[in-house]
């Protein structure tokens, strides 16, 4: 058996993601918050790019609906050639601006002290807000107001450092008194000091005591409020009155009375310290009425505009020799193709965006119209044919991406969701099924809530077939609770 050596010609097609179709697809699914801050990197680190001003006149953009034919807008596709030239993309800029650094000082006027901005635009709220200080931080600033000898406050700090978000104590005293080396009775006697600390109900080990701390910190008087706490916790979640009742041996309006003053406690004291982040929903589609028609408008405010610096394209184009001019135009070159690609995938991006939300409006038509009932099913694969696109490009659009419509403040994924038949054969949206369970649900009668077997018919009866353990499903999605815990004997 010969073993020889051959060449071979093979054709073959690949598909590959050139870096600038993976800085396409990375854009279209950012949220326009972490949109801005990639932008920010980018023109610090790129110098031929630079952001418009708003007080600058920008040229008017391609309406992004209108397609050059044999040209599909997918992201998924080969990589084209720009269509346009780079100037007519990038706009006029030069680096070299003057300032007219007196009117812009006289432009400005004082808000506060610290803080000052320009006429007409908002307040910087980095610079008037203050940080809140969290739950430790307040129980330490009591704990040092406290008259705690050296020991105590050693214990106290320790006891503090161990309380959860929620206010509760996570260690037992046995294990304080092994941890600073002190005694179980010592440990006992700092933590009554600190349970009795603001706000009410700190340092509790279980619910029990985390209750019963309120109820004496705002002298309760009501002596079946600590027997509910003490004996009953169990049936008050279940809402089990009458036994609590027969129990006590007092009335069921004695026991409302008594747990309408448990309801006024707090379960979890310290979650009022807790930082929570709030992320303010700037939309990136309008979609606005005008007679019997919707216009989509993509939202052009503090979006980021982006143009080539002339300054340094003006040195690309100088022709007198300069020592070190090759190694400083390969540099300049390189950078310029980079600014011209987040240029263009920029662009790409709102053009995408705007055809994803035109099919949405299309085929949900019947919602903008005449609401939540008459949402229709609607899945990635729909929008994808109907725009040319790949389904996953469609994933990426809807990603972090908002609509504010007549309807309301929506995520574009809120108008994809799965069918269900109904009995005359048509297909209704999951989304509606649930606005029908809440809207059921709504209506029951509080002392005889409607168990998900009675949801089950009475859906049965509009057409609507689906299990009980799909009725179910959908409540707990929704956050409404099961038939006992929503009974409320007295209304």
Not at 85 to 95: A, M, N
Not at 239 to 245: D, G, H, L, Q, S
Request: hydrophobic share 35%; with cysteine.
């Amino acid at each position: 058996m010969a073993f020889e050596i051959k060449q071979s010609l093979k054709l073959a097609q690949q598909l590959i993601m050139t870096p600038q179709l993976q800085q396409a697809i990375k854009l279209l699914q950012l949220s326009r918050l972490e949109l801005a801050e990639v932008i920010s990197q980018a023109v610090e680190a790129n110098p031929l790019l630079e952001e418009v001003r708003q007080e600058e006149e920008w040229p008017q953009e391609e309406e992004w609906s209108r397609e050059e034919p044999g040209e599909p807008c997918s992201l998924e596709g080969e990589d084209r050639k720009p269509r346009q030239r780079l100037e007519e993309i990038t706009g006029q800029g030069d680096g070299r601006e003057e300032y007219d650094w007196q009117s812009y000082f006289e432009d400005r006027i004082t808000v506060s002290p610290r803080t000052e901005t320009r006429e007409g635009d908002p307040p910087n709220w980095d610079n008037l807000l203050s940080a809140k200080p969290s739950l430790t931080d307040h129980l330490m600033w009591q704990l040092k107001l406290s008259n705690f000898p050296g020991e105590e406050m050693k214990v106290g700090e320790y006891i503090i450092g161990n309380i959860n978000g929620d206010g509760y104590l996570e260690e037992t005293l046995e294990s304080i008194g092994q941890a600073v080396n002190c005694e179980v009775a010592l440990a006992q006697e700092v933590l009554k000091k600190i349970q009795n600390f603001d706000p009410p109900g700190i340092a509790a080990r279980s619910l029990a005591e985390c209750l019963l701390l309120q109820a004496e910190a705002v002298a309760i008087e009501n002596p079946h409020v600590r027997e509910i706490i003490n004996h009953h916790l169990k049936h008050l979640e279940n809402k089990n009155f009458r036994i609590i009742a027969k129990s006590l041996g007092i009335t069921l309006e004695e026991v409302m009375e008594a747990v309408s003053l448990i309801r006024g406690m707090d379960p979890k004291p310290g979650e009022i310290y807790n930082e929570e982040r709030i992320e303010a929903i700037i939309p990136d589609v309008y979609v606005l009425r005008v007679g019997d028609e919707y216009k989509i408008h993509l939202n052009e405010d503090n979006y980021p505009r982006l143009r080539i610096s002339a300054y340094y394209r003006d040195l690309l184009s100088m022709k007198r020799p300069v020592r070190g001019a090759d190694a400083s135009k390969k540099y300049l070159r390189e950078n310029l193709q980079s600014a011209s690609w987040i240029i263009k995938s920029l662009q790409q991006r709102q053009k995408t965006i705007y055809r994803v939300a035109e099919s949405i409006l299309k085929f949900q038509r019947d919602f903008f119209d005449r609401g939540i009932n008459h949402l229709r099913p609607l899945v990635l694969r729909d929008v994808a044919q109907d725009v040319e696109m790949h389904e996953s490009t469609v994933s990426r659009v809807v990603t972090n991406k908002y609509m504010q419509s007549p309807r309301g403040l929506f995520e574009l994924k809120y108008f994809f969701s799965s069918s269900l038949q109904k009995s005359n054969g048509d297909s209704i949206a999951s989304k509606s099924v649930k606005e029908e369970i809440r809207k059921i649900i709504s209506q029951e009668n509080p002392a005889k809530p409607l168990r998900d077997q009675e949801i089950e018919k009475i859906l049965k009866s509009q057409g609507i077939s689906i299990a009980r353990r799909t009725v179910a499903k959908y409540r707990e999605m929704m956050g409404i609770l099961p038939t006992p815990k929503r009974k409320n004997p007295i209304v």
